[in-house]
């Protein structure tokens, strides 16, 4: 029942968006010939396109790689990204001073992205890499879920425009100086204070029921919170075991293999040097003995090692940053 009425509510705030840019076309439809139509319309198409929902795009500092150069890569998310029952990326980039992995579908055309970071796709073993690609592929929203986290966007760019919005000093300076050479400072000062005094109450008073409806649309998704998480995990679980979905939660949330491999980056190290000492638990012991499985079914110790020949420039370049990483 929450599920539903937070999909109600979330579309129900698309549609209010949607209305800001039907009203504004519609206004300069029936009255064209005025001037002051074109200014409103405009006005009211422009609030549409600031309040609308974000379709998601990589982040400035990732490189797409081609798929020409990094087949072995593309192939192996296409195995993992069908056993989960996702669709296989488009696109696969790489990130140089960012951990883990994540996947989302970008654009009006919604084109799969997986994107890579490479100081955790350096230290992790093939079968580590098949569960982060794994734990990325099921950490994919589904459709509710985007919906309803637009509608939040959309609330928070309300809120921050009605209630965020502060005196800025610069204003208030070039005001004062203005004032002061033609000699009305008192007047001009008292107009600018009356204006923002007005427009502080006009964002109070529809603030107020933003917040309201940001409120109750926040707790009516936290609520489905548990059960977003048993189905991801479920998805995560067609792949691989329960024990290595925790190991790469672990890894990833405690950031260990992080300092090590910052070190060996500043003493100069190669990537062959660092890749062999982040793997180093997965090797055999002085005995023999075989403390971890490196290999996988969906990408053997072979096949990892190409393709991180595909990416050897690609880590060269990244470990040269890696005393960034926080």
Known sequence: MKRLAALVLALIVHTLTLAFVVLGGWTIVVNAQFAAAWALGGLLIALGWMLRPRLGRLPADAEV??????????????????????????????????????????????????????????????????????????????????????????LGEWREALLGAAPLRVREEAQTKIAS?????????????????????????????????????????????????EQRQARALRVITAEELAEIDGLLAGGSYVAPMQAAALRGESVASIRQAALSPASPSAEGVLIATPGSELLGSAESDRIDDELLRHYTRAIRGFGLII
Do not use: C, H
Request: hydrophobic share 45%; glycine share 12%; aromatic share 6%.
């Open 65 to 154: 790689l081609d798929p020409a150069s990094a087949r072995q890569l593309y192939g192996m998310a296409d195995r993992v990204a069908d056993r989960i029952g996702v669709r296989p990326p488009q696109k696969v980039a790489v990130r140089d001073l960012v951990l883990g992995a994540g996947y989302a579908r970008n654009g009006l055309l919604r084109t799969p992205v997986l994107v890579i970071g490479l100081p955790s796709w350096l230290a992790l073993s093939p079968r580590q890499r098949v569960a982060l690609l794994a734990r990325a592929y099921a950490e994919l929203p589904t459709g509710d879920e985007l919906i309803v986290n637009g509608a939040l966007s959309t």
């Open 181 to 229: 050479s033609l000699g009305m400072l008192d007047t001009v000062g008292t107009g600018y204070e009356v204006a923002g005094f007005l427009g502080r109450i006009f964002g109070r008073v529809l603030g107020g029921p933003v917040l309201l409806t940001e409120y109750s649309l926040n707790r009516l998704a936290r609520s489905g919170d548990a059960r977003r998480r």
